[in-house]
């Protein structure tokens, strides 16, 4: 995600950072840099020049160029320009206590991703500790309602839906009346889209939003759109009124316009964002995080955020123990290729590395022998993922048909495995063989 501005102000924060002393022409130089990868990124022009003046203004005061470190106090000043760029900090939802139903709607154009975009939030709040309900109340886009049926059953969120219904506020009525009832302390309100925000769609927006008293109006808007999305943004806020936004396919989105521009045109913070197509694959918006990454300094937070939900304590601990005594297995190894799916692919939590830029996580990692080993993995028997020593001539061939590989494949990973073995013992007893492998890793 953003790979492309990331790209960009990764080479300029390189080739200002370590200098003992910088220079207004240095100043200049770098700013008309940003400057261009901003305009590339397709970031409103207004931003841009907002942007580029403050940046200017701060680093050519005396606190920069008499500064102990005067790179390091401008590349300060580019992060902070940025954070507050992207919306400052973290802007939660604004939902009432858990006695009471706080209701959201969501906007949005057709193809945003607004019903996958609901039925994520919803599971998002449910891991929070909330009892979420959905209300299909996008009565124009053919199998909007069915969809948004089949997604809530498959995640055990209730959905009041009425496929006859000709009113969507009334749709939204029920679904409140059937929430408070029923004690739910969310309801998610799925809202008809257009190709475009017309009169019509405003009106019934407009009826749905007046019949519910929502705490949240969020456009859902797809941030690979950029300065599209910005005018959609524009354009919900000054007729219906936002309280936010929620970026779809934000992990596609290598320019970044979109993210860059909406807190500074619309005055709303992006409070969530699609990182995938996976209905787990939704995170809160923070503008810190997303500045560092997009200033090459990674995203150390978020990485360890994704291990903790992904890898148990107990099953860490015990992992420790096996990797001591040399006791890990082809069954654990799979174990742990089955939990790094559930962080996202290896090329995004690579990106959140610092220092490490986006074409440089690319090569770094070879997703297709991943997947070749965890097809080989796969074709292996319980006991032989327990022993694999058991793995012969006859055993191999038949593993390599299984997968679809070759014999070859096959030794290769056994090989690895053997050789990964041994260093997690040699890592785990010898401190000082730790101490130089985080130095090779710029530890």
Sequence with gaps: MLDRISDK???VIRSISGQARISEKNIEDAVEEIKIALL??????RVVRRFVNRTIQEAKGDAVLKAVSPSQQFIKIINDRMVQLLGDTRQELQLKGPDTTSVILLYGLQGSGKTTTSVKLALELKNQGR???LAAADLVRPAAIQQLMILGEQHGIPVVADEKAKDPSKVAKSALQRAKKEQFDVLIVDTAGRMQADLDLMKELQGIKKVVDPVEALLVADAMTGQAAVDIAKTFHDQIGLTGVILTKFDSDTRGGAALSIKSITDQPIKYIGTGEKITDIEPFYPERIASRILGMGDVVS????????FDEQEAIELQKKMMSASFTLADYLDQFKKMKKMGSVESMLGMIPGL???EAAEAVDEGEMKRE???????TLKERDNHLIIGPSRRKR???GSGTSVYDVNKLLKK???MRLMMKKMTKNKKYQQQLMRQFGG
Excluded: G
């Design 9 to 11: 102000f990764t080479d």
């Design 40 to 45: 590339e990124a397709d970031v409103n022009l």
């Design 131 to 133: 009892r979420p309900m």
């Design 303 to 310: 990485l360890v955020e994704k291990a903790q939900e992904a």
């Design 357 to 359: 830029k986006a074409q």
């Design 374 to 380: 965890e097809a080989i993995l796969l074709s292996m």
């Design 399 to 401: 593993i390599a048909k």
């Design 417 to 419: 495995f053997e050789k």
